[in-house]
DNA sequence: TGTACATCAGTGAACGCGCGTTCACTGATGTAC
DNA sequence: TGTACATCAGTGAACGCGCGTTCACTGATGTAC
């Protein structure tokens, strides 16, 4: 029982099967991710604030990339539910569906700066990993649904996807220049809302007269 | 003479003072940061591959953090000018030389991915960096004077500054995308020059009446 | 042109560090009878 | 309900590694006279 590590609220049990270890492992990275970014986090650190041995992470994770790979995922899950709960709350086919899917986007790499990085950076070494390019391409579909719904198309139009993907990169732009700190001068006291909703008027332009 | 290192062929002058090392120091920097990612290169790493000691570049760097520093400021230098260049080869005011702006900015991207992701993903803890900001400003500014070109305003105009901060989004969320590889599905087989125009007249409108 | 000397860019050995990973182990847990 | 046992999630010590940085040093270079 280490003084050091706050003492699991929920999970007592004994100290020595712990049992929630892995998910708090991943929580711990995830802090770490946050405050060093995605390259400064060691295993032996996260181990240290879950309060367990440095040899234990590896009964959960093969080796250190698995445990990136982990956080990324619980990561993906989180913002695409964010996305669709955003959509949701907005008519089928409006514009503030659009816009509503991109603050989400952008509200997660604000509150996840570190997270958002890893997720989008971890191309290198990563290829191997169909699950995470898979949810990716879920959080995508969520743009690409909207965009169908609001121009009138099906979601596997071209010119849908098209469109799709012009929201995505300018939301994950604008996103990333936040975080980077570029845009302070220029997008500092700018309404998101608006700006979201401009933008979404002009990819989609206005809806097909019916 | 080191036979492992191939022989600088410029400056062979005496292999002891060797002349040119900073200027090595920052290409082999380069190099291990396209090859390793912003966080993948060592000190030591890219002593050996300029054939030099490893305490050599502390002769020329005050440490670790300040090397990357160069080398991101250098990689502006380029950048700023190729967009410059870029702007040059089209009219004045033309909705190309906006276009062919974005373009040379995703080429950069896409030309050096990882000192890409260096020069926008520097900003922990190297926020007292005012040169490297004011060259990333001036990046932005070859922006702004072709936006405001473009819509017959002064470049300090607020229309300017968020047309040209919606362009700037829109081109550095390509950019990562693509390098991130996020962009396979949607956006590989697109005419860049197309794409880059589209966006750029959706920003931009028509040109005011006139 | 020759000599004395300050400068300065290199060397190479050494330091302490934290890391990723492995290993033999231990003791709590759940299950079969 | 009680007991024997397989399982499995932990321990903690140890390994080898490469790194960032420092240090006293050396020898080439440029300059003043």
Redesign the pocket.
Same mark, same amino acid.
């Given at each position: 029982m280490s003084d050091e590590a706050p003492a699991p609220a929920v999970t007592p049990? +004994?100290a %020595?099967?712990?049992?929630d270890?892995r998910a708090q492992l991943i929580e711990a990275v995830r802090e770490l991710v946050e405050t060093h970014g995605p390259d400064g986090f +060691?295993? #032996?650190?996260a181990a240290r604030r879950a309060g367990? +041995? +440095? #040899? #234990?992470p %590896?009964?959960?994770f093969k080796?250190?990339p698995e445990i990136l790979r982990a956080v990324a995922s619980e990561a993906l899950d989180r913002l695409r539910i964010s996305m669709e709960q955003a959509a949701a709350a907005h008519p089928v086919g409006s514009l503030e569906a659009v816009a509503a899917i991109g603050l989400a986007y952008v509200d997660f790499a604000r509150a996840e700066p570190g997270v958002f990085r890893l997720v989008f950076g971890l191309t290198e070494g990563h290829e191997n990993a169909p699950d995470l390019q898979q949810k990716g391409e879920c959080c995508f579909g969520v743009v690409v649904r909207a965009a169908a719904n609001r121009l009138g198309l099906p979601p596997d139009d071209p010119l849908v996807m098209r469109r799709a993907y012009m929201l995505w990169s300018f939301v994950h732009g604008h996103s990333f220049l936040h975080i980077d700190g570029k845009a302070r001068v220029v997008a500092e006291n700018i309404d998101e809302w608006l700006f979201l909703n401009e933008i979404s008027r002009g990819v989609l332009g206005t809806p097909p007269a019916a």
């Open positions: 049990k +004994s %020595y099967h712990h049992g270890l +060691s295993v #032996a650190e367990v +041995s +440095s #040899a #234990a %590896y009964k959960h080796d250190r």
